[in-house]
């Protein structure tokens, strides 16, 4: 189940909204809330559910072995085990094949390649573990005692395909009890309703075009053409999964939640450093406290940090070497950026704008082919094309001629344009009020209309 499907829309989401308001108390809330998120995992994949619970009771066994051996080698041995199971966990089901296939190219091994499918969501839920079990050990939060408390913050619904990566200690008050009020209430619906809107209606249709350039007509594209093909993946990916954390945050508000944020117009960045503070923040945070840091941060070995992140964080994304090559790619530029910070402080801002784009765009080549004979003609093709522009090409164009204007409008960080004392943004504010309910349901019912007739549209980020 998917949140941008008819399913969820009218018949999970209703439901689950109502037995949670009818419930008497939290505890009952949280129960409420639990079942609905275990069903909701459950629906597309039961099999993989109790993987999910074992890894939530196991961990929260650990944050209460920690709690009860503070000050003592035990509990470091706590945090080391649990790190170990989850991790084996992670790289067993998601790197299994990838493993066996590499080792098998240079020694022939004596069993099958493993064939378990990829369990959705164990990238995002095996993070929040690990962070739990490591805060707990560095004494930021209290171990959870109530089990059934840990399992709904491990499988809430709202995060658990595809994120963010919500740290136990951000919602931890909100667990025991929360504060639901309308203004949170239409706060969720809103964000809800933009986040579908940017999935249906720009993500998706940014999907057929990067089909027509990247998968149909590959081969015959010019090099305009296909730099056109991957610009439209990287609006895919930017719509999609941004538009999959503004629905996941306002569901959140909607049962009393408060998630971080997890984007924040990030085409609108001066530098590829600049551009990941703002592009999947909760994971970027969870490599810099868990991993950069610990290794000496900036205080020491500050290149070879960044290149191990960038590399893990590569490997995080999928088992391919494309993603490893890609994460070596930002490694570099990252280390690039730091020993030019001199010029690049000088640069105008216009420059420093279009070379960030231009190299995230051309990443977003290296994240999409997987097959390294794609990938390289695929590059040389940008470059060095004998291919002319299709016909059609001027088409398409013309075709989305608006659907580009509203793209570059949702791009704009309108609010880093306009700030809080802006007169004009106060008086937005004000007078949206008025018609935003309205505003819901426009995009709700332009978003059903998309969908009645749309086959399975899930979100990109469900397969890492």
Not at 127 to 141: K, P, T
Request: with cysteine; net charge positive; proline share 3%.
């Amino acid at each position: 189940m998917v949140f941008s499907s008819l399913t969820f829309l009218y018949l999970f989401l209703p439901l689950s909204l109502v037995f949670h308001y009818v419930s008497k108390n939290d505890i009952f809330r949280n129960l409420s809330l639990t079942i609905f998120s275990l069903i909701f995992y459950a629906w597309a994949e039961p099999m993989w559910i109790f993987l999910m619970i074992f890894t939530a009771f196991f961990d929260y066994s650990m944050g209460l072995f920690i709690s009860r051996n503070t000050g003592k080698s035990l509990a470091k041995v706590g945090v080391v085990l649990s790190v170990i199971v989850n991790l084996s966990l992670l790289i067993s089901y998601k790197y299994g094949g990838f493993i066996f296939d590499n080792l098998n190219s240079l020694v022939t091994l004596p069993f099958s390649r493993p064939t378990n499918s990829l369990p959705v969501g164990i990238s995002f839920y095996t993070f929040m573990a690990i962070s739990y079990v490591v805060d707990v050990y560095r004494g930021d939060v209290k171990a959870q005692r109530n089990p059934l408390n840990f399992l709904m913050f491990i499988s809430l619904f709202q995060h658990l395909v595809a994120g963010p990566i919500v740290r136990y200690k951000q919602i931890a008050n909100q667990i025991e009890k929360r504060t639901i009020n309308w203004s949170k209430m239409s706060d969720g619906v809103t964000r809800f309703c933009i986040g579908l809107f940017k999935k249906v209606v720009i993500a998706n249709v940014a999907g057929v075009l990067v089909d027509k350039y990247l998968v149909t007509n590959l081969y015959e594209l010019s090099a305009f053409e296909g730099w056109f093909g991957i610009a439209m993946f990287s609006i895919q990916l930017y719509f999609d999964f941004s538009g999959y954390s503004d629905m996941a945050i306002g569901l959140a508000k909607l049962f009393g939640f408060d998630f971080d944020e997890n984007f924040r117009h990030p085409y609108a960045a001066t530098s590829v450093a600049d551009f990941y503070r703002r592009w999947h923040i909760s994971l970027g945070k969870f490599f810099r406290d868990y991993v950069y840091i610990p290794l000496g941060g900036n205080r020491k070995h500050h290149d070879r940090n960044i290149f191990i992140v960038w590399f893990l964080t590569g490997f995080w994304h999928g088992a391919n070497w494309n993603f490893a090559l890609w994460g070596t790619y930002f490694g570099l530029l990252m280390v690039l950026e730091k020993h030019l910070k001199f010029i690049l402080d000088k640069t105008p801002r216009i420059l420093k704008h279009s070379y960030t784009l231009v190299l995230i765009v051309f990443s977003r080549a290296i994240f999409y082919f997987v097959d390294f004979n794609k990938l390289t003609y695929f590059v040389g093709n940008l470059f060095v094309s004998k291919n002319s522009v299709s016909p059609g090409f001027l088409t398409d164009i013309s075709m989305h001629a608006f659907w580009f204007v509203l793209v570059i409008l949702l791009c704009i960080p309108w609010d880093e344009v306009f700030d809080a004392s802006n007169p004009v943004r106060i008086k937005f504010t004000k007078n949206y009020q008025f018609v935003r309910p309205a505003v819901n349901v426009f995009l709700l019912f332009l978003a059903t209309l998309l969908l009645v007739n749309a086959t399975f549209n899930p979100f990109l980020y469900t397969r890492f």
